[in-house]
């Protein structure tokens, strides 16, 4: 992804699954003409390359490689096809913990399946990791926190405390519309600085009205945040290239 001097005029989708649109050519066309730096996170090693393909020679949207927490179980023998996908991009995504599980055993896997990752991302140097954290945030901060990458929560839902402790650790966040519906969503949202805050979509799974949410939605998802911020909808999103652009040229701690 590259920053110029029309900087003011593009967007941010840092979480979105290209893959998984019924038309994803369409939606990445789409996301090009609408000047949308998208983030195409991927839940297994297997389809990296199917996404990367498909990206191939796009100039706003790139491939992320990931293992979805929920696919930990069943694809825990990708690992090492993770760690040779991890030589051709940046951005490491969808990773992390999702403990709606309640076998420990899964939850142990997720563990150490997000350990090693972030290992490897640490090692690999300025790595970008959009990283999911339902029920889990404090597992996930306490194995994340020191790595030598840079960690954007995903519709965070944590705590206040949780909230504060990624901080601490230098974290983002990336906010889609269905947090900003949410009455514990905005407050979370109140409380994170501006200067940590990206907009996301999380699609096809979060929906915009009728239809799957596509990286064209962080148009409104930027207008809500202006509303919750009381600024204006451009100071939003000068707001969200200029954190991009930290992530995207300052290195990792």
Known sequence: MNQSSEQVQAFVDAHCHIDLYQAPRRTIEQAEA???YTIAVTNAPSVFAHTASLVAGSRYVRAAIGLHPELVHSHRHELDAFRDCLTQTRYVGEVGLDYMTLDEEI?????LVLSTVAGWASDSGNKIMTVHSRRATRDVISILSGIKAKV???????TKKDLERALESGFFFSVNNAMLRSDTG???VLRMPADRVLTETDGPFVQDGAEPATPSTVKSTIRELAALWGCSADDVQTSTLNTL???LTTTAP
């Not at 939850?107 to 563990?111: H, I, K, M, N, T």
């Not at 954007?152 to 944590?158: Q, Y």
């Open 186 to 188: 905005r407050a979370l």
């Open 34 to 36: 609408d000047r949308i």
């Open 245 to 247: 652009k930290a992530l």
């Open 107 to 111: 939850r142990s896997q997720q563990r």
């Open 152 to 158: 954007i929560l995903h519709w965070f839902s944590g």
